[in-house]
């Protein structure tokens, strides 16, 4: 893949959630509708509505496609991950990752990692075991 093809932005998950569109897309972008992203989606958006949320949204772009998104979340989750019962936000900063298959293997994913970790800061990341 062109370096100059990969776009990443970020965004705060408070500001995606009032882009229905977007949240659309992400949706697509998950392994099923009971994934722990999509699991996430529902949790983060149902909170944002009465709370500001402390979460982000890293978005993967190849040639101004959305390929990939990634969740940064320092919020208290419920989702039975296959190695945990639930995440607790003061073990770190729980980070998911998808990117469409037909995109794998490009770097996109090591690009929203990269990014991910900077966003973290001096939190530790804690990658979402698949499930």
Do not use: Q
């Not at 932005?9 to 408070?14: G, I, K, S, V």
């Not at 882009?19 to 996430?40: C, D, F, I, Q, V």
């Not at 979460?55 to 945990?84: C, I, M, Q, T």
């Amino acid at each position: 893949m062109n370096v100059t093809d990969l776009k990443i932005l970020t965004e705060d998950f408070n500001v995606v959630a009032k882009k229905p569109a977007l949240l659309k897309k992400l949706r697509k972008l998950t392994l099923h509708g009971r994934s722990g992203l999509n699991h996430e989606l529902d949790h983060l958006t149902k909170n944002a509505k009465t709370r500001r949320v402390n979460a982000k949204v890293v978005l993967g772009f190849d040639k101004r496609e959305l390929v990939a998104w990634g969740l940064l979340s320092r919020e208290w989750s419920d989702y039975n991950f296959p190695s945990h019962e639930d995440f607790n936000p003061a073990d770190g900063t729980l980070f998911e990752v998808y990117v469409n298959p037909t995109h794998r293997r490009r770097g996109i994913g090591s690009a929203i990692l990269k990014t991910a970790r900077k966003k973290a800061g001096s939190m530790r990341l804690c990658i979402a075991p698949l499930g």
